[in-house]
């Protein structure tokens, strides 16, 4: 079955833009996770989505946000963009947090640029 | 708060043992994972253990964990160059999906 998958791959934007990600999980997993990675932070934990519901947050400004689709789609919004918002933005799927199986798998990622 | 801690660079011969450590914080931890990233990928979990185990062997990969002293340890047995990459050492308590990982290892795998 397809992975997850993350579009765009490659984003350059400018600072005070904003840019909208998405993240299409593996069929039939109900939770999306999202990460930043940066060299300097390392990977970082944004927000997790299960249902629509947004269950836990990272520590991020409000400029960040996100929303999950009843399809279980999720897009993650960045608005006024930072030149520090230049990262690779993983999203990680997984079929039910909670449960034992909370394997969860990743994408490639997106690697935005802010210029 | 949670933190995982691990050593930045590793470097081995090809047919040699490589051994990543790490430490975490949570005392709260249930799982703890390996992740491998390649140059441009997303990142590829290898192997994760529960915290009521002490280890886990899966072909060429062994995980030993110590919860008292809060270690986790990855080796690679028989290193090879395709074992070049970034690992990261990771831990949620397995209730959101919150996942806390280390900064990453990079392993050198010199021919």
């Known amino acids: 079955k397809a992975g997850v998958t993350q579009t765009p791959r490659y984003l350059i934007k400018t600072r005070g833009q904003q840019v909208t990600l998405s993240c299409s999980p593996i069929?039939?997993?109900?939770?999306v996770s999202w990460y930043q990675q940066t060299p300097g932070q390392g990977l970082q934990f944004l927000f997790e989505y299960f249902s629509e519901t947004q269950r836990n947050k990272g520590n991020f400004p409000g400029r960040f946000s996100g929303r999950q689709f009843s399809n279980s789609r999720s897009e993650m919004n960045v608005s006024t963009l930072e030149l520090g918002d230049s990262a690779l933005y993983l999203c990680?799927?997984?079929?039910?947090?909670?449960?034992?199986?909370?394997?969860?798998?990743f994408g490639q990622g997106t690697r935005l640029t802010v210029v | 708060g949670e933190d995982v801690e691990q050593s930045l660079f590793l470097s081995v011969r090809e047919g040699d043992s490589s051994v990543i450590n790490c430490t975490y914080t949570?005392?709260?931890?249930?799982?703890l994972y390996w992740y491998k990233q390649e140059p441009g990928a997303g990142l590829q979990l290898l192997t994760y253990?529960?915290?009521?185990?002490d280890m886990k062997q899966d072909q060429r990969l062994t995980v030993l964990l110590n919860k008292k002293d809060k270690h986790l340890s990855l080796r690679i047995a028989d290193t090879q160059t395709g074992d070049s990459a970034i690992y990261f050492c990771a831990e949620s308590r397995g209730g959101y999906q919150k996942v806390t990982f280390g900064i990453g290892t990079k392993l050198q795998v010199i021919p």
């Open positions: 990680a799927s997984s079929l039910e947090a909670g449960s034992m199986n909370t394997e969860a798998f």
């Open positions: 949570d005392s709260s931890s249930t799982y």
């Open positions: 069929s039939g997993h109900r939770s």
């Open positions: 253990i529960f915290s009521n185990m």
